[in-house]
């Protein structure tokens, strides 16, 4: 059975794309793939296969795409959902969406070596948690019900955190004190449902305070930005990603938001339908944050093979952003005593 989710929601259009041909074309849009918090999560899993050897457990996935948990599945990790499940005195990396304190608890009576791969930026946002849970406000959470990334962030201050699923649910949220209250974000939210949602919060809390710098992620964003540059001339978007993969999802909801006539999500090129092409001129293509290039390199490939020669690059962000990886995987500059 396919994965491709045909996905329609309305959000404002915006930017221009490249130049217009008169044959079939792609739009391949830039910034796509891999973020640094990604990058740096799958080299800290083979950094620490490298090191520790196979078995290596991971709680959940390390990073949301298909591809890249089925290839590590076969150089020896195991996933698992909790730590109970690792062996004691085993070595776990905690994945890139983070983990709640109770996590980090929880490995540590079982004396598991831990790694943490967790994101820089969504620890930027646990620490925010924290800091305004320390001073008693009421933390508005703006993310999914059962994402890992709002568990793990939630978790920082559990009797302080509500979470906020939408502008629908914001009818339901109470607090202690409308002079302390505010909102976060999870990181790999559009960026507009994020203000949609807040707007809805801010009609209800005319006091709400806003994050002290911005939660949603520079990549999801910039690849949105891009996403929106490029719909408008698009027939087709194909949007290279998994189903879990929050940001994936929503660069299909921003492309047909943006005018694009049909937009699908694919982990895949083997998964795209033929038929999506008919009467097709221009196909923009982009992936989600957790995926690597070869799977975008197969839909160009397949496409090329239907007369989708034509490949134009629309940039709109560089990204040179480099995480560093955990301490105790980082190569030293001198050898160990």
Not at 34 to 39: E, F, L, Q, R
Not at 142 to 150: K, Q
Request: aromatic content about 4%; charged content about 25%; overall charge negative.
């Amino acid at each position: 059975m396919s994965s491709a989710v045909p996905l329609n929601l309305g959000i404002a259009r915006s930017g221009t794309s490249a130049a217009g041909t008169t044959g079939k074309r792609i739009l391949l849009a830039e910034p796509r793939g891999y973020c640094a918090g990604v990058d740096r999560a799958v080299e800290t899993v083979e950094r620490a296969l490298e090191k520790h050897g196979a078995p290596l457990y991971v709680r959940k996935e390390i990073v949301h795409n298909r591809h890249v948990v089925e290839t590590l599945t076969e150089r020896g990790v195991v996933f698992v959902d909790e730590t109970d499940e690792v062996p004691q005195g085993s070595v776990l990396v905690f994945s890139a969406h983070g983990v709640s304190p109770a996590v980090h608890e929880a490995a540590a009576e079982r004396s598991l070596h831990t790694i943490d791969a967790t994101c820089p930026l969504v620890t930027k946002v646990h620490q925010e948690v924290k800091r305004f849970a320390r001073d008693d406000f009421d933390i508005l959470l703006i993310g999914h019900e059962g994402h890992e990334e709002v568990e793990g962030t939630a978790g920082e201050a559990p009797d302080r955190v509500q979470l906020v699923d939408g502008p629908d649910s914001v009818e339901a949220i109470t607090v202690r004190d409308e002079a302390k209250v505010i909102w976060l974000s999870q990181t790999t939210l559009s960026v507009d449902e994020t203000m949609a949602t807040v707007a809805r919060l801010r009609e209800k809390f005319p006091l709400l305070q806003d994050p002290p710098s911005d939660d949603i992620c520079y990549a999801t964003q910039n690849r949105q930005v891009a996403v929106k540059a490029m719909a408008p001339e698009c027939d087709l978007v194909i949007v290279v990603g998994s189903r879990n993969s929050s940001n994936s999802v929503r660069l299909v909801e921003v492309a047909l938001g943006a005018g694009a006539k049909a937009s699908y999500l694919v982990d895949y090129a083997r998964e795209i339908d033929l038929g999506w092409l008919d009467g097709v001129q221009t196909v923009g293509i982009t992936s989600g944050a957790s995926v690597p290039e070869i799977l975008v390199s197969g839909v160009i490939d397949l496409l090329a093979d239907h007369g989708f020669a034509d490949v134009q690059t629309v940039t709109t962000a560089n990204e040179t952003l480099v995480f560093s990886l955990p301490r105790e995987l980082r190569q030293s500059a001198t050898p160990n005593a």
